[in-house]
């Protein structure tokens, strides 16, 4: 059983930047496949970014260029360094941890264990 814990949302502005982390325990995180989800009320949890277990890393076309995930198998823990936010990227923020695959899986059926999000909010 995998336990994940995501922290550093909160309000930021337009343009600004902000770092998330999600700290996993109970598990081997080195070969855990990472990703990070988000959703806003009434809409699908969406994929933002994943990193495998041998950090190959892959963006949604939303957040390329802006957004870059990485991982620290020594602290267990995975980040997602946020720049240039929009409006359109507030959202509840959700780490998820696939132990069946090689490759990220951009979907949500493919993780077997999540956290229970943090809020990132972009004021314009």
């Known amino acids: 059983q995998v336990h994940l814990v995501e922290s550093g949302g909160e309000l930021v502005q337009a343009g600004g930047s902000l770092r998330v982390s999600c700290v996993a325990s109970g598990g081997i995180f080195s070969r855990l496949s990472m990703a990070w989800f988000r959703q806003v009320p009434g809409k699908e949890r969406e994929f933002v970014a994943g990193i495998s277990r041998n950090s190959v890393t892959l963006y949604d076309d939303s957040v390329k260029g802006r957004f870059t995930i990485s991982r620290e198998n020594a602290k267990a823990t995975v980040y997602l360094q946020m720049n240039s936010l929009r409006p359109e990227d507030t959202a509840i923020y959700y780490c998820?941890?696939?132990?069946?695959?090689?490759?990220?899986?951009?979907?949500?059926?493919?993780?077997?264990?999540w956290g229970r999000g943090t809020q990132v909010t972009v004021s314009s």
């Open positions: 998820a941890a696939d132990e069946g695959h090689a490759r990220v899986i951009p979907m949500t059926s493919g993780y077997d264990y």
